[in-house]
């Protein structure tokens, strides 16, 4: 396995601007920290169960029965367009300070941990990255092909964890500092909902 090569790759793949990457900066601006990590989070879960996915031979299915991949397409675009409305239409306030949310607040990370999931699950190209550019990673002419999938798999996950974390530390400061700034709270709900819902387009086209 190549794995600094392949790790490589993925750290390309996840400087690209995409829902994921979007959906973070948003929830870290608007909802603070503790949510923007509880969607890093969901990220992490769905991009495993891509993993599992792919050491399933998922690409095959695709192969074998295409309408399946558009039903996921199509469920993902539907999902990008509610979020992209959401944000839309959400209101104005943002949070002031970067503490720890109450435990009553329980419910809020939950959402954002659903979010982050149903984002990146409903993904075709998540979907795709997984099933067709990580096998090409895996030696057959070795033995340990389950070990393997579980070393590359873990690459795919950490490195997510380590990129989405710094967008969501990076993104909840700068939902601090808008704080003060009405305008340009609407400017940046107007921009990543239709950004949103852009993606949600590009995935309907393709």
């Known amino acids: 396995m190549e794995l600094w090569a392949f790790a490589g790759a ?22 603070g920290r503790p949510q923007a990590l509880a969607t890093v989070a969901g990220l992490a879960m769905a991009r495993s169960a891509h993993v599992a996915l792919a050491a399933g031979g998922l690409a095959a299915t695709f192969t074998a029965a295409p309408w399946t991949l ?64 990580l096998p090409q990673f895996v030696d057959a002419g070795q033995d340990a092909i389950l070990q393997q999938f579980l070393i590359l798999g873990s690459l ?29 709270q609407r400017l940046h709900r107007g921009l990543f909902g239709a950004l949103l819902i852009g993606f949600a387009g590009q995935l309907i086209a393709s």
């Open 70 to 133: 558009d039903i996921v397409r199509l469920a993902g675009a539907g999902y990008l367009v509610w979020l992209g409305a959401q944000v839309l239409l959400s209101g104005p306030a943002l949070p002031t300070t970067d503490t720890a949310l109450p435990a009553g607040d329980a419910t809020g990370l939950h959402a954002a941990w659903q979010r982050g999931l149903l984002t990146n699950l409903l993904n075709p190209k998540s979907l795709l990255f997984c099933s067709v550019l």
């Open 10 to 31: 993925l750290a390309a793949v996840y400087l690209l601007p995409g829902p994921d990457m979007l959906l973070i900066l948003q929830t870290g601006v608007a909802n």
């Open 156 to 184: 795919v996950v950490g490195v997510g964890i380590l990129f989405d974390t710094a967008y969501a530390v990076t993104a909840s400061r700068l939902g601090q500092w808008l704080a003060g700034y009405p305008l340009l």
